[in-house]
């Protein structure tokens, strides 16, 4: 009787479904991604009646935000998909 009670309890005990090294990679991931969005928003024109091209399709906006954004998803994708460590 008292070893089908000890099973029981060892079946309720919660496991974590992310782990340590999960968490961190998520909030990498979630670091990459803001400083992404971040270098993708731009600046405010000094007078908005005149239009910079230099200003809106410099290589930070066009190339390096979306890298670093899919860099991110990609990193989320991995921290989610990484199996924890076994304690």
């Known amino acids: 009787m008292e070893k089908t009670t000890v099973q029981r309890k060892s079946a309720q005990t919660s496991t974590v479904l992310f ?4 968490l961190i990679w998520m909030l990498i991931g979630l670091a990459v991604l803001a400083l992404g969005f971040f270098l993708m928003a731009g600046g405010k024109s000094a007078d908005p009646k005149v239009f910079d091209p230099k200003e809106v399709y410099s290589t930070t906006r066009i190339t390096i935000a979306p890298l670093l954004i899919i860099i991110g998803f990609i990193i989320e994708i991995y921290a989610i998909m990484k199996n924890p460590k076994k304690a």
Not at 19 to 22: F, L, V
């Open 19 to 22: 782990g340590k090294d999960n």
